[in-house]
């Protein structure tokens, strides 16, 4: 995203989304110490961004927040988060045009780049693995998979822990049997992709694909199974996901008709992490479910999977708790780049 001073970031800050608001309102909001013309420079530039829109002519102009205005509003996770949930300025209920309107790219060229140059490393580096070190080298990642999506979920495996409970089947002392549960179900669920990748690749993921995942990965955890009806609730966090069956199937399948859409593995993968962790279609899980369907999509297209093995867990959980209250992508598409990158240089999974 182009750097924006913070003037811009202040305007789109204030402007509402789907409501178009004059120059001159926008500097009475700001109580700028600058000119009405400095304020338009701005908007100008935010235009140009295709951060806003312009509409109207004259003294009828207004300028309404795009979708881009939305998604690329830049966001400090953790200074953004230290405000408690009550006071921040963000959305406590569910966007419902937010996956109608969304983008087939969020990614900035040079992000593209740097993301396809590691996927071309990766990919001359498994040419030359034997089947014994593949085999080694899924079941390492399933091991690290398993360990650190549960452990964001606040499961106190250890990595060691979960080494010898998918190798050897013991689980280690001093833990839940849900706890236990949780980690072999990561397994479960990623090898059930693995044998569905073909499927994958030429129909895209349907509703029963992604049921079924969420049905391993909560396998003897008390969980329901199927789309909820009914509330539930996100500690940390204002924002309120819609509670009724019949609309949560319909913003699912919206979701689920973009990322199907969308021709490109990165951003079918990174709109999957961050837009079923948004829509909550399930009783529980639904986070473990986003992050073993984004290993889905990168998968079909032979690009390397994500284990989050050096992700900050408070990181991930605030980045994504931005999106849910302001919808912008910034932090989690940091996230997903970084731990791409990691997961190219660290793993030989073909």
Not at 144 to 172: F, H, M, Q, V
Not at 174 to 187: F, P, R, S
Request: net charge positive; charged share 25%.
């Amino acid at each position: 995203m182009d750097q924006l001073n913070q003037r811009q970031i202040d305007i789109l800050e204030k402007i509402p989304t789907k409501e178009g608001v004059s120059s001159s309102d926008i500097f009475k909001i700001l109580n700028q110490k600058v000119s009405l013309v400095t304020i338009k420079r701005d908007l100008d530039s935010l235009v140009l961004l295709k951060y806003l829109e312009r509409k109207g002519k004259g003294r009828a102009t207004v300028y309404e927040k795009t979708i881009l205005g939305v998604l690329f509003f830049p966001v400090d996770a953790f200074l953004y988060n230290k405000v408690d949930p009550d006071l921040r300025n963000g959305n406590s209920g569910f966007n419902f045009s937010l996956f109608e309107e969304f983008p087939n790219n969020i990614f900035l060229k040079e992000e593209k780049d740097i993301l396809d140059n590691a996927t071309d490393n990766y990919k001359e580096k498994i040419k030359k693995i034997t089947p014994s070190v593949q085999s080694k080298e899924l079941e390492r990642f399933i091991i690290e998979l398993s360990w650190k999506s549960s452990k964001i979920e606040g499961n106190t495996y250890t990595l060691l822990d979960t080494e010898r409970l998918i190798r050897e089947g013991i689980p280690a002392e001093g833990h839940t049997a849900n706890e236990t549960a949780m980690v072999i179900n990561h397994k479960k669920a990623f090898n059930f992709i693995i044998e569905n990748l073909k499927i994958i690749k030429e129909n895209g993921i349907t509703l029963n694909f992604v049921e079924k995942i969420h049905e391993l990965l909560t396998l003897d955890l008390g969980v329901s199974r199927g789309i909820r009806n009914g509330l539930v609730g996100i500690i940390g966090t204002k924002y309120k996901p819609l509670d009724n069956k019949y609309q949560i199937k319909e913003a699912l399948l919206s979701l689920l008709n973009l990322i199907n859409i969308v021709k490109d593995p990165y951003n079918k993968s990174l709109i999957t992490l961050i837009g079923i962790s948004y829509i909550q279609p399930f009783e529980d899980g639904n986070k473990r479910t986003s992050r073993l369907l984004c290993n889905a999509m990168l998968l079909s297209f032979g690009c390397a999977p994500l284990s989050y093995r050096s992700v900050d867990e408070n990181n991930y959980r605030e980045s994504i708790l931005v999106f849910y209250e302001k919808n912008s992508v910034i932090p989690m598409k940091k996230i997903f780049i970084e731990q791409y990158i990691f997961s190219t240089q660290n793993y030989l999974v073909k």
